[in-house]
T-cell receptor, first 114, second 115 residues
Framework: AQSVTQLDSQVPVFEEAPVELRCNYS??????LFWYVQYPNQGLQLLLK??????LVKGINGFEAEFNKSQTSFHLRKPSVHISDTAEYFC????????????FGTGTRLTVIP | NAGVTQTPKFQVLKTGQSMTLQCAQD?????MSWYRQDPGMGLRLIHY???????DQGEVPNGYNVSRSTTEDFPLRLLSAAPSQTSVYFC??????????????FGPGTRLTVL
């Protein structure tokens, strides 16, 4: 079975400050890792994903994430946030030999304060 | 391309009523899925399909039916609505590369309230 833990349900941060959103996962089999973003009243869109190779993954809108196998973590970072980054962020995993099904964390609401 | 479309955007039902949430995609994706989003619980998989004629259950399938007669459409049926099915429902689709890790494209969602 797989599980995803997002340790912070809400993260307020001032504009132009750095941010880190934390994600830990648990799985008995190998998984792929994803971060999705949901802007208010919209569907989800992919920020970035880790499949293999370099453990530092760069995504859209200046976000990046680092896969740490020993700590089973996949934290999301941005060096300088903008007002437009205010959204809900979801970490998710899918089983490598599976059908693409995603198992999501409970989400982190990022609020950027002017 | 319209991507993934869902209808209706909003729906209010009474307990016991049935309805179908529609989902269509124009990207010729083999994989389609339905998730429900509840506050504090993230998204949970209801049902999924890896191709026309093939469907399977996800984490929370009870009270829902699906079918996949075409590549484009993947409707979700609520047989007898219950207040516990009040939620936001998202449909998603993905191209199956065969190696996994494929990006899922989400629709805009249907907000369902069951009274």
């Amino acid at each position: 079975a797989q599980s995803v833990t997002q340790l912070d349900s809400q993260v307020p941060v001032f504009e132009e400050a750095p941010v880190e959103l934390r994600c830990n996962y648990s799985s008995s089999v190998s998984v792929y890792l994803f971060w999705y973003v949901q802007y208010p009243n919209q569907g989800l869109q992919l920020l970035l994903k880790y499949l293999s190779g370099s453990t530092l993954v760069k995504g859209i809108n200046g976000f990046e994430a680092e896969f740490n196998k020993s700590q089973t973590s996949f934290h999301l970072r941005k060096p300088s946030v903008h007002i437009s980054d205010t959204a809900e962020y979801f970490c998710a995993v899918s089983v490598k030999t599976g059908a693409n099904n995603l198992f999501f964390g409970t989400g982190t609401r990022l609020t950027v304060i002017p | 391309n319209a991507g993934v479309t869902q209808t209706p955007k909003f729906q209010v039902l009474k307990t016991g009523q049935s309805m179908t949430l529609q989902c269509a995609q124009d990207m010729n994706h083999e994989y389609m899925s339905w998730y429900r989003q509840d506050p504090g619980m993230g998204l949970r998989l209801i049902h999924y399909s890896v191709g026309a004629g093939i469907t399977d259950q996800g984490e929370v399938p009870n009270g829902y039916n699906v079918s996949r007669s075409t590549t484009e459409d993947f409707p979700l049926r609520l047989l007898s609505a219950a207040p516990s099915q009040t939620s936001v429902y998202f449909c998603a689709s993905a191209h199956r590369s065969g190696t996994g890790g494929d990006t899922q494209y989400f629709g805009p969602g249907t907000r369902l309230t069951v009274l």
